[in-house]
């Protein structure tokens, strides 16, 4: 499953950007976002499930990040907005056959290719 990533860049704090990907091989149960800033572990951000539920959040983006995406288009998207400098990090999707939402990303098999989101203050 290739997964293709877009929408990252520079933003100032208190701004907003979108991240979308897009999956060109088989249907995800659910998605998810991960980042990973410089010197840092990655870490997760947002995950989706197509089976329904809420989504579930990061307690560092809870508020300001809204996961969504379309399970007949493989797609899940991510909407930033508030953004903060400390949100600066290569952002990754990932998909998984699975339906339950997971924070760890060592669950997901597929990996976007990373879209770089920078915030000035």
């Known amino acids: 499953v290739q997964l293709q990533a877009s929408g990252g860049g520079l933003a100032q704090a208190g701004g907003s950007l979108r991240l979308s990907c897009a999956s060109s091989g088989r249907t995800w149960g659910s998605g998810a976002w991960f980042r990973r800033a410089p010197g840092k572990e990655r870490e997760f951000v947002a995950a989706i499930s197509w089976s329904g539920g809420r989504p579930v959040y990061a307690d560092s983006v809870k508020g300001r990040f809204t996961i969504s995406g379309d399970s007949a288009k493989n797609t899940v998207n991510l909407q930033m907005n508030n953004l903060r400098p400390e949100d600066t990090a290569v952002y990754y999707c990932?998909?998984?056959?699975?339906?339950?939402?997971?924070?760890?990303?060592?669950?997901?098999?597929?990996w976007g290719q990373g879209t770089l989101v920078t915030v000035s203050s």
């Open positions: 990932a998909g998984r056959r699975g339906t339950v939402m997971v924070r760890d990303w060592r669950q997901y098999a597929n």
